[in-house]
């Protein structure tokens, strides 16, 4: 999906409450990673979790990814934070897991796109989201307040404009593999297991 180019976050989620190519994209000190950090492997997915095809690629991609790869010492993944429409729930979703700790995350991150089957039209997105928090350890006093909290909604902020501006991405899912970027992201799991076996073989 194609994210929105202006980043006006505060009120929103209170409320709720280009360049040239650049070079290969490079882990930040705030990006979330998994696996093994020695891994010759480096696959950095730059995602937004009110992204239909994001959670597509999390349900049908992302597990044997995990499975045969991450938590058998072969890769390094990066998740990079974008915010597509509607921004303000993409934000919420990535302030809670920020709000949940680095232990939980990963797992907030799913859920979110898990219920994205739940966002029909008319739907109060707000108690969807307060029962994933619920399920992760934030009562509501801590949801409430991870969503007013404007130091971590700038935060989010400057990281999704970090990612259009300084690594020229512009769609999600997008997916590199040892700063190569994959054009089409893959979306089957066949597709990336053969993209991470030609990694791990040196190839291009």
């Not at 993944?77 to 990963?106: H, Q, S």
């Not at 089957?117 to 994933?132: E, F, V, Y």
């Not at 307040?145 to 970090?162: G, I, K, N």
Request: with cysteine.
């Amino acid at each position: 999906m194609q994210p929105t180019r202006r980043f006006l976050m505060i009120a929103a989620v209170l409320a709720l409450a280009g360049p040239a190519a650049a070079a290969a994209p490079a882990v930040q000190p705030d990006d979330m990673s998994l696996g093994n950090p020695k891994a010759k492997i480096q696959v950095i997915e730059y995602a937004s979790v009110a992204c239909p095809h994001c959670a597509h690629f999390n349900a049908e991609v992302f597990p044997s990814l995990k499975a045969k790869w991450i938590d058998t010492g072969k890769v390094r993944y990066t998740l990079k934070e974008m915010l597509t429409e509607p921004v303000n729930v993409a934000a919420a979703g990535f302030l809670i897991a920020r709000c949940a700790g680095p232990d939980r995350y990963f797992k907030v991150v799913d859920d979110v796109f898990k219920s994205q089957s739940q966002w029909t039209a008319g739907a109060k997105i707000k108690p969807i989201l307060q029962q994933i928090a619920a399920a992760n350890g934030l009562d509501e006093a801590r949801f409430n307040a991870c969503l007013q909290d404007e130091a971590a909604v700038q935060a989010v902020s400057a990281r999704a404009e970090r990612a259009a501006e300084q690594d020229d991405v512009h769609q999600t899912p997008t997916v590199f593999i040892n700063g190569k970027r994959l054009d089409p992201t893959p979306m089957t799991a066949a597709e990336m297991d053969a993209a991470l076996t030609a990694a791990a073989k040196g190839g291009k």
